[in-house]
């Protein structure tokens, strides 16, 4: 009789552990520990662009997806300026990467720590995952914006601003 209760209680185990689904191995970023990442990590969402969030294996990370198809990672240094494009989506600025599409990466620009997220394209749109997730990044301070055609001076408005300058 011991035998078998041990057995039903090991096969209902087995049942409960089958439905378990493993945690998502990412690396942690060198300044993982900054308790601004912290700050980040607590608001990420539980579900982003449609996808469940899952466990992962180190702090300051977080994953979506079964398989994980959005995987972010706080704690990286601070994006230095790039001619790669930057895009701003509910006011956090993002330069991407697609030199390895489909997957994209997005990195925060101009937040410290640095952040970042990879984006399996055809599985869930880029835009969506940044949608989802901006309200946690906007935990980390803004040192700089991206800039745009907007921002930058062309030649005769330089000329312009160099004549008032002498003028005065």
């Not at 998502?24 to 990590?41: I, Q, S």
């Not at 906007?138 to 160099?162: E, F, G, I, M, S």
Request: glycine share 4%.
């Amino acid at each position: 009789m011991a035998k078998k209760t041990l057995f039903s209680l090991c096969a209902a185990a087995l049942v409960g552990l089958s439905g378990c689904t493993p945690s998502v191995p990412v690396e942690a970023a060198t300044d993982a520990n900054n308790p601004l990442c912290a700050e980040v990590t607590v608001r990420l969402p539980d579900t982003l662009a449609k996808l469940t969030k899952r466990s992962t294996t180190s702090q300051a990370t977080g994953a979506w997806g079964n398989p994980a198809a959005v995987i972010a990672r706080c704690g990286l240094p601070p994006t230095a300026p790039t001619v790669n494009a930057c895009i701003s989506v509910n006011d956090v600025d993002w330069v991407v990467d697609d030199s390895q599409k489909p997957r994209y990466r997005f990195t925060a620009y101009g937040r410290e720590p640095g952040l970042e997220v990879f984006v399996e394209s055809e599985k869930v749109s880029g835009t969506d995952a940044l949608l989802d997730i901006s309200e946690a990044v906007k935990q980390l301070p803004q040192k700089r914006r991206c800039l745009n055609h907007r921002d930058t001076l062309d030649a005769d408005q330089l000329q312009q601003t160099d004549k008032s300058a002498t003028a005065e």
